[in-house]
């Protein structure tokens, strides 16, 4: 009996033993991340069968179980996985957002300042120092675009380091998870029982992963994990981890991506595969935000050089030249100097491809202004057995024809502001990246002539009207407006138009005359008539399938008498002139944009509005999800965490079972003394 007593206490001392030691450990850990709470799990001891009926013979430790739960743990991942998204996504973009709307670094003050100098020109053009002005605000404002520019494509190497840097840490986590999994193996095979602590430590590598990338784990049989990131890629395969790397996407090298570690070297992985996590966060930033902010600044850019140039070269300088002059000349008839869309051919492609080459379309004349088509989106351009395709990379609107000139024919009536060349036909499984206006901000200057020469802006207009000192009538004629093609539209000068029973003639033969935007006519002889109203606009062509204001556009406004004559003649000595340069002036408020539907500031304005919404979103939704997480921890703590009340209180519960134990096992010890002290008698 005694024996029994005593073994059974041994049993009750090794119990309380491990609860204590249990207890102490969950104290010990109570600050170490990823520590979850542990506890013995007691049993009774197989009874023996007695006369009496079975006695016990003590307890033993199951197993040390810790507190943990996969629904929960995975709730935390993934909401660490969104946080840690949005908030390299709102970093990011909150640098933009300060970019674009600081008023030192901000693009409207430069645009003001800019078109300011612009009017003062068109006031007094004669003077050098308001033309000195212009071109000095002019470089301002080209510095402006430049420094936007920089700034971003500063960014986008920032990014390729970022993810670099991710990829590191992806791989580092990978390995050592995988490490884990062959220790955890081991151990639990070994002994049957949970590697608890192992168990924390692998859970804490996954949630340190998805903080790089959104990671999902399943279990095998052995207990290791299985580990995939992203939108199921695998990452960790038991004890192997697959390794990713960084490498120069085939269609622009300049731009890292993720690529995939196999026998035959690094695939590069969809962007869209990789999503949560900083990495994720990076990823999506430069796609959604710094792609369209980047588009935007140089769509601006290239919007005010192309337009600003096809009104100046309608112009003529302080030196009486224009695009009337006779060669040679030195007429600078681009303002501003921008290089030509970006092509970048995949580095994938045959090695027969051919080099292909894109160009601005001069902008169209509208209402008075000229405007382009130019968009924010990148292109890409196929060519395979069927044809070319062109496909717009914002929304997918594709362009398919036969071959590159069929291409062009559909971009001809669907705008996008370029057309493309190539130096060859297009060779099947060939690719180009088309970015028609990313490198526009960075890039743009003042045509380094001008900067030479103020004298060269164009201010005045090339061409002058006036009515015959004879005239009896009282008809006037307005200055008129050039627009593109005028110098074809007026290869004979002077005119010297007549007035004669209703109707105009002397125009040269060969002239095409279109009266209040009506069909164009041909003029076969000096005596044929064009019928006269009056104020109707009425413009000399370049060719019968122009349309104004495709050449010289005037009007005769008021009754003539017949014999009255209008002359047209070329605006020599004109310094006082500052017609075209009023016309300069008139395209800061005037549609030149978007299909001649906004104005440059406006754009501007509408590209800081969207920046700044993203921003507010981004930050709207982090703070939403951070208090996501913080619930999904607070419930995941409230099983798994130490709680050093319940601690203490285990410790006193723990200690009185041992003391009790061990008085029992003096008591034992005394019975058992006791006996031997009868036998020895």
């Not at 002058?464 to 005239?471: I, K």
Request: glycine content about 10%; cysteine-free; overall charge negative.
């Amino acid at each position: 009996m005694s024996s029994g007593i005593i073994s059974t206490s041994v049993t009750g001392l090794q119990a309380a033993q491990l609860g204590l030691l249990t207890t102490e450990h969950n104290i010990a850990n109570a600050n170490t991340p990823g520590f979850s709470r542990q506890r013995t799990i007691q049993a009774t001891n197989p009874a023996v069968l007695t006369g009496a009926g079975f006695i016990g013979l003590g307890t033993h430790v199951a197993t040390i179980e810790r507190m943990y739960s996969r629904f929960l743990t995975e709730q935390v991942d993934r909401s660490q996985a969104s946080v840690s998204a949005l908030d390299a996504y709102h970093a990011q973009i909150s640098q933009i957002d300060n970019l674009l709307a600081d008023p030192a670094t901000g693009l409207s003050p430069a645009l003001q300042d800019f078109f300011a100098s612009v009017q003062q020109v068109a006031t007094d053009p004669s003077q050098l120092p308001s033309r000195e002005a212009m071109i000095s605000t002019a470089q301002s404002l080209s510095a402006r675009y430049q420094a936007l520019g920089g700034q971003l494509a500063e960014m986008y190497d920032s990014i390729n380091g970022e993810i670099s840097a991710a990829v590191a840490g992806i791989n580092a986590f990978g390995e050592e998870i995988a490490s884990l999994n062959d220790r955890i193996a081991v151990a639990q095979a070994s002994t049957g029982q949970p590697a608890n602590d192992l168990l924390d430590s692998r859970d804490l590598l996954v949630f340190e992963l998805n903080k790089l990338i959104k990671a999902k784990t399943t279990t095998n049989s052995d207990g290791s994990y299985n580990v995939f990131v992203g939108s199921g890629q695998q990452l960790v395969v038991g004890s192997q981890a697959v390794g990713f790397a960084v490498t120069p996407s085939a269609a622009d090298p300049s731009r890292l991506t993720v690529g995939l570690q196999t026998a035959a070297g690094v695939r590069e992985m969809p962007e869209s595969l990789l999503s949560g996590g900083s990495l994720g966060g990076l990823l999506a930033f430069r796609s959604e935000s710094l792609d369209r902010a980047s588009n935007d600044i140089g769509r601006n850019a290239a919007s005010l050089a192309l337009t600003f140039n096809a009104q100046h070269a309608l112009g003529q300088d302080l030196l009486g030249q224009s695009l009337l002059s006779s060669p040679p000349t030195s007429f600078a008839p681009n303002f501003f100097a921008l290089p030509s869309p970006t092509v970048i051919a995949n580095t994938q492609n045959p090695a027969a491809s051919p080099t292909v080459s894109a160009a601005f379309v001069n902008p169209p004349p509208f209402d008075g202004n000229f405007y382009t088509d130019l968009g924010s989106s990148d292109y890409r351009l196929t060519a395979d057995a069927a044809g070319v395709t062109l496909s717009r990379l914002s929304d997918d609107r594709q362009w398919t024809g036969a071959d590159l000139a069929a291409v062009n024919a559909l971009l001809a009536t669907d705008a996008q502001g370029f057309t493309l060349a190539s130096s060859a036909p297009l060779v099947a499984g060939s690719s180009y990246l088309i970015e028609p206006v990313r490198g526009a901000a960075q890039n743009i200057t003042v045509n380094s002539a001008l900067v030479a020469d103020p004298r060269l802006i164009a201010a005045a207009g090339p061409l002058r009207t006036a009515v015959g000192a004879g005239n009896t009538g009282a008809a006037t004629v307005s200055p008129g407006s050039a627009g593109p093609g005028y110098p074809g539209a007026l290869a004979a000068l002077p005119i010297s138009l007549s007035y004669q029973g209703g109707g105009l003639t002397n125009f040269p033969a060969g002239t095409i005359v279109s009266v209040a935007g009506g069909a164009p006519v041909l003029i076969a002889a000096p005596t044929d008539s064009v019928a006269y109203s009056s104020g109707a606009d009425i413009t000399l062509l370049d060719s019968l399938s122009s349309a104004p204001p495709s050449g010289f556009t005037f009007a005769i406004t008021g009754l003539p008498n017949n014999g009255d004559t209008f002359s047209i003649v070329s605006n020599s000595g004109a310094t006082a002139d500052g017609r075209n340069a009023l016309s300069l002036g008139l395209l800061q408020t005037q549609d030149t944009m978007s299909g001649g539907t906004a104005s440059y500031q406006e754009t501007y304005a509408q590209l800081v509005g969207q920046v700044g919404n993203r921003t507010r979103q981004v930050e709207v939704s982090s703070q939403a999800q951070q208090g996501l997480l913080a619930q999904a921890e607070a419930s995941r703590d409230s099983l798994s965490g130490v709680n050093l009340d319940e601690e203490a209180a285990n410790l006193i519960r723990y200690q009185q079972a041992y003391q009790a134990s061990a008085r029992a096992l003096e008591i034992g010890a005394t019975l058992f003394d006791t006996i031997l002290a009868i036998a020895a008698g």
